[in-house]
């Protein structure tokens, strides 16, 4: 939180009530979150475990007569994510829905509270979880526990699989706790299965924890999840049945399209027009994801589109270059609109459906411009540029001839190095002449703060820079890649895995 907030704290003196009488206005994002209908029985830790996924938790105040808590995120981006996430698809506890709103309140304050001993110990034993040392609560302790070498592989089983389920709906449903890196689907003794490789053994373990035992669709496709012991995962094609999201190069394989015909075909199904988005399961999917396999009414977007639908812009900031240089990390960017009459919204035309759904997966919830972006398969199929003569105010722009796509060779090294925003900023094709200083002012000068700064040692021609804060860094990657450093070098900006 940015230190000029009024830091109010939040007393459980049942006066505090009176403020959630009736659907109030939504708040403006906040770190605390007011969950409300929460069943009598529920314990901390189950609480605790709907903001897990998300970030650090770090308070907890449960109001049991009134079936209301309070849960403290370690930072407001977690919050929004939390919040975002939850808003299509209601979260649930006991089989209780559970309804999430932003607290008026910017902080919790309970240390002189009664009764808080349980939910400081519930806090307690999740960050010993965290960090690797300790059980869950109430989890059996083989599956509680962050084993040192535990694999980033998850294997999973789908029973009752009534209806098809795809590659998509798998990675959508899984992305939520994590970068996917790897799926391969396949079928083994009559049963559905897939492995899924995540970039860190830690999301496997969220996700195995939220998701084991969930079902995808109304009471039915149940998924039973455990621990590869494979510990990384070759893929060979990128097609229906395997994909690797980081080597958009790869062949299809069996020269079969990329995406088939819808599977409920095979199926011999045809979906029941009842199974609308608000008939799903607790997993319901948003509309973005199940591209279209299932003929689901009020979906919007098209099934292999690679046009996406960019939403809550800030219409004074952002322009049709900012748009092209930040999808363009995660693929060539060959159109962009923002769209004339209504300027918080864009069209972003990549150059296939593989890059417009890791660009809709690496970007959507992120901060720019002081406003979280909304990224989804849009229904248009092409952006269309404008007529001649059309008044336009130079809000659609072709990219396709850029010079600037990062992905043109095949089998480029790029392709290997996909990372999620972070703070932290790879920089390259840097000139001799040009210092640390030259550097760090450069950042400096448009509007960073740089937190730390580190040539490669074995090649000066690269860079890490640590900055404020992720945000800060999306929007210094728009600003600042493919700056002129002179001597015939353009400044190549990416994001890191890596920290310094």
């Known amino acids: 939180m940015n230190s000029s907030t009024p830091s109010t704290g939040v007393f459980a003196n049942g006066n505090d009530n009176k403020k959630f009488k009736g659907d109030r206005p939504p708040c403006s994002p906040s770190r605390v979150l ?32 009134k079936s209301q808590a309070f849960l403290e995120m370690a930072s407001e981006e977690a919050a929004v994510t939390m919040v975002n996430y939850y808003t299509p698809v209601t979260p649930h506890l006991r089989s209780q829905p559970v309804f999430i709103q932003y607290s008026n309140h910017r902080e919790l304050k309970t240390d002189n509270l009664p009764n808080q001993a349980r939910a400081q110990a519930a806090l307690q034993a999740v960050s010993a979880v ?29 029973e009752n699989l009534f209806y098809p389920v795809t590659l998509e709906v798998l990675h959508q449903i899984f992305s939520k706790f ?25 999301n496997a373990h969220y996700a195995k924890m939220a998701l084991d035992g969930q079902n995808i669709y109304n009471a039915c496709c149940t998924l039973r999840i455990d621990f590869s012991k494979l510990t990384s995962l070759n893929v060979k094609y990128n097609n229906d049945k395997s994909r690797d999201f980081t080597r958009l190069d790869l062949p299809t394989g069996d020269g079969q399209p990329s995406l088939e015909p819808p599977m409920a075909a095979a199926f011999g199904l045809s979906v029941p027009a009842g199974l609308g988005p608000g008939a799903l399961g607790p997993l319901a999917i948003t509309s973005s994801a199940v591209t279209g396999r299932m003929a689901m009414p009020g979906t919007g977007g098209i099934p292999g589109n690679s046009v996406l639908l960019v939403t809550n812009l800030n219409p004074d900031l952002v322009t049709p270059h900012g748009l092209f240089i930040l999808f363009g990390v995660y693929g060539d960017v060959h159109r962009v609109k923002i769209m004339f009459n209504k300027k918080e ?4 035309q990549m150059a ?91 950042f400096t000068e448009a509007g960073c703060s740089v937190k730390a700064f580190k040539f490669f040692q074995k090649d000066r021609k690269m860079a890490l ?36």
């Open 345 to 348: 919204n864009a069209l972003v």
């Open 465 to 500: 820079i640590q900055l404020g804060s992720v945000e800060e860094a999306i929007q210094a990657l728009i600003e600042l890649h493919n700056h002129d450093l002179g001597e015939n070098h353009h400044l190549r900006v990416s994001f890191s895995k890596s920290t310094i």
């Open 34 to 65: 007011h969950l409300r209908k929460i069943p009598s029985d529920v314990t901390e830790a189950e609480v605790i475990s709907l903001g897990l996924p998300f970030g650090k938790v770090t308070n907890l105040l449960m109001l049991k007569g």
């Open 130 to 158: 965290q960090s690797g040392s300790l059980g869950l609560p109430g989890a059996p302790t083989n599956e509680g526990t962050i084993l040192p070498g535990q694999s980033p592989v998850l294997r999973i089983i789908i």
């Open 178 to 202: 994590g970068t996917v890196l790897k799926i391969i689907t396949f079928t083994k003794n009559n049963q559905f299965q897939a492995l899924l490789q995540y970039a860190d053994p830690l």
């Open 352 to 442: 296939d459906a593989n890059q417009a759904q890791l660009a809709m997966n690496h970007l959507s919830g992120q901060r720019l411009y002081g406003k979280v972006l909304r990224a989804t398969l849009s229904k248009h199929q092409a952006v269309q540029l404008p007529r001649e003569g059309q008044e336009d105010q130079g809000l659609t722009k072709d990219f396709s001839n850029s010079p600037l796509h990062r992905f043109k060779k095949p089998g480029s090294k790029n392709f290997q190095n996909i990372f999620p925003p972070s703070a932290t900023l790879h920089l390259s094709n840097i000139p001799p002449s040009v210092t640390v200083d030259d550097l760090k002012n450069l």
